[in-house]
């Protein structure tokens, strides 16, 4: 079993910066694939980024790419995410993600496990 509890949301001027922090408990997360979502209002939760068991390989979506930095911990069983060029659009619920599978998922119904959720908000 693997909690997930996010922090870091809040609210950013667009072109700002916040950084995501998930903090994993469980003895196995460290074979677990992770994931961060993103959901806003009236849409489907979309894949932002993901990173496999080993840090090895690494997924970002093209809205994100070259803005946004997964990393993971393994060690303080954390992953992050550093948002940076923040925009508008950016503007949703962000969740952490964990899969026993240990390789990049794309469908959110390959993660077993999730986390709450936190808010990002970049006004326009």
């Known amino acids: 079993q693997v909690q997930l509890v996010e922090s870091g949301g809040g609210l950013v001027q667009a072109g700002g910066s916040l950084r995501l922090s998930c903090a994993a408990s469980?003895?196995?997360?460290?074979?677990?694939?992770m994931g961060w979502f993103r959901q806003a209002p009236e849409k489907e939760r979309e894949l932002v980024a993901a990173?496999?068991?080993?840090?090895?390989?690494?997924y970002y979506a093209d809205s994100v790419k070259g803005r946004f930095t997964i990393s993971r911990d393994s060690a303080k069983n954390t992953v992050s995410l550093l948002m940076r060029g923040l925009k508008p659009e950016d503007t949703a619920v962000y969740y952490c993600?964990?899969?026993?599978?240990?390789?990049?998922?794309?469908?959110?119904?390959?993660?077993?496990?999730w986390g709450q959720g936190t808010q990002v908000t970049v006004p326009s």
């Open positions: 990173v496999d068991w080993g840090a090895a390989s690494t």
């Open positions: 469980g003895r196995t997360f460290s074979f677990y694939s």
């Open positions: 993600a964990a899969s026993r599978g240990g390789s990049i998922y794309y469908r959110k119904e390959d993660y077993n496990y």
